[in-house]
């Protein structure tokens, strides 16, 4: 089962950062938090993962606080292109190494 | 790097009849391949698990018998809803990943319509 909490829905200005939460306040040591996005009737797309450090790329930066309980994903320039139902899922050890989804947050970039 | 290849992309069939998906890791060696149903509006819910040369694990609900999962190798599983109903109609999804904390990687879905 899904460990996360994420809002259900965001809007973000066109050319502004988008800054999207989750929650995963029972994380556990060994588990790492994973970043997707879904375009309508699309395969997921990776993002981005961690463990404790913030991680940055070409398409997103993820900073998990010190406690791990919470992270943050941000899209530094949103564009119209980056519209997508976003999904943090925990995965490690503790949840047998599966990969379940959470609702995820629908994220839309207004012109 | 990491491209994960789902055919066919939609399908529809007669209630009754049987339907493969095929997932094919095309740059890399998936030790474990994972497929995934997507009703409209809503997540993606976890079927089961494959590893390479082992019987899938199937999440609590989903009947063994009915969802037949096949990964002959490392590059290859297969998805056959056999018997399909009408209720079976939905987006299937594969992933695949490596070994260890890799993240998955997936195919672009099969959409299928049961008629």
């Known amino acids: 089962d899904a460990k996360t909490t994420q809002p259900p829905s965001m809007d973000c200005a066109e050319g502004r950062a988008a800054n999207l939460p989750c929650n995963h306040s029972t994380i556990s040591g060994n588990e790492y938090v994973y970043w997707y996005r879904q375009i309508h009737s699309q395969g997921p797309q990776y993002i981005i993962h961690g463990l404790k450090n913030n991680e940055t790329n070409e398409m997103a930066s993820l900073i998990i606080t010190e406690d791990r309980k919470s992270s943050t994903l941000i899209l530094p320039h949103a564009t119209l292109r980056d519209t997508a139902v976003y999904y943090c899922i925990v995965r490690g050890s503790n949840t047998g190494n599966q990969f379940y989804f959470g609702t995820g947050t629908s994220l839309t970039v207004i012109p | 790097g990491a491209v994960v290849s789902q055919h066919p992309s939609w399908v529809i069939c007669k209630s009754g009849t049987s339907v493969k998906i095929e997932c094919r890791s095309l740059d890399f060696q998936a030790t474990t391949m994972f497929w995934y149903r997507q009703f409209p509006k809503q997540s993606l819910m976890l079927m089961a698990t494959?590893?390479?040369?082992?019987?899938?694990?199937?999440e609590q609900g989903v009947e063994k018998d009915k969802f037949l999962i096949n990964h002959a190798s490392l590059t290859l599983s297969t998805l056959t809803v056999t018997s399909a109903h009408p209720e079976d109609s939905s987006f299937y999804i594969c992933?695949?990943?490596?070994?260890?904390?890799?993240?998955?990687?997936f195919g672009n879905g099969t959409r299928l319509t049961v008629t």
């Open positions: 494959s590893n390479e040369g082992s019987k899938a694990t199937y």
């Open positions: 992933s695949a990943t490596r070994t260890g904390n890799s993240p998955l990687h």
